[in-house]
């Protein structure tokens, strides 16, 4: 359990969702193409690796999907950018667990 202590972290954002990764994000979240998040997971692997912004980070956590939408999609596509990433920049994927309910986002 990860409760009470300081664990360092960093996020990226190098792409909008607009245009052409609006796209492809949106082909690998609604439409199946489960290999289009693993390959933008690679380049965003890449872009994290050569950045430099952070090296000594190697943990890679996806946000949980819930179970409903999990079905639905048939895979969590925060896992598979992950796994893209880890695979191009090296490091590992740790999945959290979700432990209730949570409001959607959008």
Do not use: D, W
Request: charged share 15%; proline share 5%.
């Amino acid at each position: 359990e990860l409760t009470g202590m300081e664990i360092p972290c960093a996020a990226l954002a190098p792409y909008v969702h607009e245009g052409v990764s609006g796209k492809v994000v949106a082909a690998f979240k609604y439409r199946g193409e489960k290999s289009l998040a693993v390959h933008m997971g690679r380049m965003l692997g890449i872009s994290v690796s050569g950045s430099g912004r952070f090296s000594g980070y190697g943990v890679y956590v996806p946000v949980p999907l819930h179970p409903q939408r999990f079905r639905a999609r048939g895979y969590n596509q925060a896992a598979e950018l992950c796994r893209g990433m880890a695979e191009a920049a090296g490091g590992a994927v740790v999945a959290l667990r979700q432990v209730g309910q949570c409001q959607r986002h959008f």
